[in-house]
């Protein structure tokens, strides 16, 4: 057993996703149940903020987690982000009923502004990030550009929540275990434009949309069911997505760093040109993972109009997300 703690730092900790995500990381699932963990804890600075973060630190102390080795709250990420290895960015402001994500932009990019410089500032030259607070790839590529000494791509953005939602709607129609979906795509932007893609996916070696072989589902039902989600359950919790998002965090952090084995995964990463998306834009691409980097899986052919329209669609959002918000760089 490695019995060097590792340094998370979580923002928006004592917000609803955190209160789904932090005992899974404590308990092993995100690094692995022999990798002991210290958790640099940023809320608000407010005192219910800060209140409510001291309660969640009080259960996760009842845990007796035999991985945590440690605990702080911070209020200022200049402190939070000290020496962090992997930094999960995921308080922001969350969207409510009928909002659209972009009328966050603003609000968020200070945010992300403030916690990029800070990263740049104090954080492990390695450090790790995820983005989840939304809208997730721009405020990824906000923070990126905020952090000029920090590699590059190692600020991501959260599609595997997508990922998930396409796998289990492709599942259930097939009547299959999600388990025996590969080679699943989300492109682009965690919002409505995404475009969830199975042309290339496959189960027990037949292709899926040769086995579903029902166009107008694929285009009428299943598409929108993925892009809308997001809203659909905030529609019925009145309250957005937690569990099932800390499940993606866990999920997207654990495959980065221990590997996917050749299995296709989504991430949000900053594009070096691939599939032709202008350098830097922090695009939703399936990945490979292993010995803690991930690899664009290159290739894939786009040759016909409705894929390349989807594409262009969710890039050309991406691209006035990234206008609105320049001028506050
Ligand atoms: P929440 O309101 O329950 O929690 C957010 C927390 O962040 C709050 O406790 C708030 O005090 C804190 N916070 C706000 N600004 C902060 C800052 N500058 N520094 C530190 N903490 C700050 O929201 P939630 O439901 O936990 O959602 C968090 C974010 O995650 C939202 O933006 C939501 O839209 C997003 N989200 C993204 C995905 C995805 O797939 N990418 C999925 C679900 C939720
Ligand atoms: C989700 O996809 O569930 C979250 O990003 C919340 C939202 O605003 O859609």
Known sequence: MSTKPVRIAVTGAAGQVSYALLY???????????QPVILQLLELPNEKAQA????????????????LYGMEAHSDPAVAFK??????????????????????????????????????????????????????NTNAWIAMQSAPSLPRENFTAMLRLDHNRALSQLAAR???????????????????????????????????????????????VFLPTVAKRGAAIIEARGQSSAGSAATAVIDHMRDWVMGTQGRWVTMGVPSNGEYDIPKNVVFGYPVTCSGGKYTIVEGLKFDDEFSQDRIERTLAELISEQDAVKHLL
């Open 83 to 136: 020496d962090t290895e992997y930094a999960l960015l995921v308080g922001s402001r969350p969207r409510g009923p009928g909002m659209e994500r972009t009328e966050l932009l603003a609000a968020n990019a200070q945010i992300f502004t403030a916690q990029g410089k800070a990263l740049d500032a104090v954080a492990s030259r390695n450090v790790k990030v995820l983005v989840v607070g939304n809208p997730a």
């Open 24 to 34: 899974r990381i404590a308990s092993g699932e995100m690094l692995g149940k022999d």
């Open 174 to 220: 097939m009547g299959k275990p999600v388990s025996l979906i590969k080679c699943l795509a989300v492109w682009g932007n965690h919002s409505s434009t995404m475009y969830p893609d199975y042309r290339f996916a496959s189960m027990e070696g037949e292709s899926v949309k040769d086995i579903i072989n029902d166009d107008a589902w694929y285009k009428d």
């Open 52 to 67: 409510a973060l001291k309660g969640v630190m009080m259960e996760l102390e009842d845990c007796a987690f035999p991985l």
